[in-house]
């Protein structure tokens, strides 16, 4: 399968199907509020990415939506300092 990445220089991929006959063409326009461009058949179709997104996890396994969500952990600290003030008299 020949799929090219998307990278900031080449916003275009494209994703052959299983019987050769055709491709299915992603092109991400960033400057439009995220809309996909998406060409299946020589027919185009403009989704927006929430959209794309909300088909990957729909069609995604439990495993495979584990690894599209990867967890960062963060650990707070939490410090409190304490001054002591004495207060002298004149």
């Not at 991400?28 to 509020?33: K, L, M, S, T, V």
């Not at 794309?52 to 650990?75: C, G, H, I, R």
């Amino acid at each position: 399968m020949e799929n090219k990445e998307l990278t900031p220089s080449s916003n275009k991929a494209i994703v052959p199907t299983l019987s050769g006959e055709k491709e299915i063409g992603f092109e991400y326009n960033p400057n439009e509020d995220g809309l996909w461009e998406v060409t299946l058949g020589g027919k185009k179709a403009t989704i927006k990415q929430k959209d794309l997104f909300s088909l990957v996890f729909y069609a995604a396994n439990t495993e495979q939506v584990d690894k599209l969500t990867p967890v960062t952990n963060t650990q707070v600290t939490m410090l409190v300092r304490k001054h002591k003030v004495k207060l002298l008299r004149d």
